[in-house]
């Protein structure tokens, strides 16, 4: 296969303009891997999208709480765990599980360069890292 380049990839349209760079950033952490395809952008979009929902789950949690507050029909007020938690959890798992499959961890880098050693190791981990913890 071709190698890919950013020019020949194009933002989907469809993308919220807050996941835009997110979705730049990302495709040119897999370009640089030299293991997508053009049939692999869709699944970089979504990758990106279920990040900045978590993103928005996880700021909505820090506003409501983890319990919240409700009354129920005979007018008495019950704590009871916030669902967006749930939520927060599904999508995490499924942001984990697309990070994997595009050698977005630390595990599967390993792997990926494993497999060819001839690859340079990425130098900007430091960097990712903070991206990924939002403190970028």
Request: proline share 6%; hydrophobic share 40%.
């Amino acid at each position: 296969l071709e190698a890919l380049t950013e020019a020949d990839v194009p933002v989907p349209d469809d993308l919220p303009p807050g996941v835009v760079r997110t979705f730049k950033d990302v495709l040119q952490r897999v370009l640089a891997m030299d293991i997508a395809t053009k049939n692999d952008v869709l699944s970089v979009a979504t990758l990106c999208e279920t990040w900045a929902e978590l993103r928005h789950v996880s700021c909505l949690i820090r506003v409501e709480g983890y319990l919240i507050e409700e009354e129920n029909r005979h007018g008495e007020t019950k704590r009871r765990i916030n669902p967006l938690l749930a939520q927060q959890t599904r999508l995490r798992n499924f942001l984990k599980s697309m990070m994997t499959e595009f050698g977005l961890t630390p595990a599967t880098r390993r792997q990926v360069f494993a497999r060819d050693p001839e690859k340079p190791k990425d130098a900007e981990d430091e960097k990712w890292a903070q991206f990924l913890s939002g403190s970028s």
